[in-house]
């Protein structure tokens, strides 16, 4: 399936690393998110961006840094994190943001920080 | 009250019988609601969203009741490719601006042959 792509799809980085996940959506949607999934926890919604434009921010850490240059385009800058930040990192597009409209995840990056 | 509760099984439920599993949820204001599946170490993928009238999809039949603020998924005649872990995910309703998805834990689902 080729909807929502992530790299990379595994990544182990040291706390003094600075690393960058990529997420492209080939949907044509206008909204896309950054989720966390930590081992016995739900999924945790990070950022969320309509059009370009950030539209929130979940109480991340500043080691956590989004980019979003286009509609079809997502990053996430990691600097200086710790290891409770290894997760697995989902990508999500939607048609938009509004509420009803169904999210499509890419297949993740499963980060490890020693 | 959490978010979204789901009992976090896992179900152990034989090939070919019918398996029903609930979800509660906190936010009166939701509008939304979906069920999702994950495999074992794979993204979260769209089952179905649960529609107020209920709805079917083949083997599948969801059904929302807001008064109780519970959504249920009941799956018939199981199969061995049904083995996942379901998450219940409701959005937030807070109405018109950016409305990212609150996902349950999940319930965890073995068919067994």
């Known amino acids: 399936e080729t909807g929502v792509t992530q790299t990379p799809r595994h990544l182990v980085m040291g706390m003094t690393n600075k690393k960058s996940l990529k997420c492209e959506q080939h949907?044509?949607?206008?909204?896309m998110y950054w989720y966390k999934q930590s081992a016995k926890k739900p999924l945790e919604l990070m950022f969320v961006?309509?059009?370009?434009?950030?539209?929130e921010n979940n109480s991340v850490p500043s080691r956590f840094s989004p980019e979003c240059p286009n509609s079809s385009h997502l990053f996430l800058h990691l600097h200086t994190l710790q290891p409770e930040d290894s997760a697995l990192y989902l990508c999500?597009?939607?048609?938009?943001?509004?509420?009803?409209?169904?999210?499509?995840f890419g297949p993740g990056t499963r980060l490890t920080v020693t | 009250r959490k978010e979204v509760e789901q009992d976090p099984g896992p179900f152990n439920v034989p090939e070919g019988a019918t398996v029903a599993f609930n979800c509660t949820y906190s936010?009166?204001?939701?509008?939304?609601f979906f069920w999702y599946r994950q495999d074992c170490r794979k993204e979260p993928k769209l089952l179905m969203s649960?529609?107020?009238s209920g709805n079917e999809d083949g083997r599948f039949t969801a059904q929302l009741n807001r008064a109780s603020q519970y959504i249920s998924l009941l799956i018939r005649d199981s199969k061995l490719s049904d083995s996942a872990t379901y998450l219940c995910?409701?959005?937030?309703?807070?109405?018109?601006?950016?409305?990212?998805?609150?996902f349950g834990k999940g319930t965890h689902l073995i068919i067994q042959p």
């Open positions: 999500a597009s939607s048609q938009d943001i509004r509420d009803g409209y169904e999210q499509y």
């Open positions: 949907l044509g949607h206008n909204a």
């Open positions: 961006y309509s059009l370009e434009e950030r539209v």
């Open positions: 936010n009166s204001a939701s509008q939304s």
């Open positions: 649960v529609y107020s």
């Open positions: 995910v409701v959005t937030r309703g807070s109405g018109g601006g950016a409305d990212g998805l609150t």
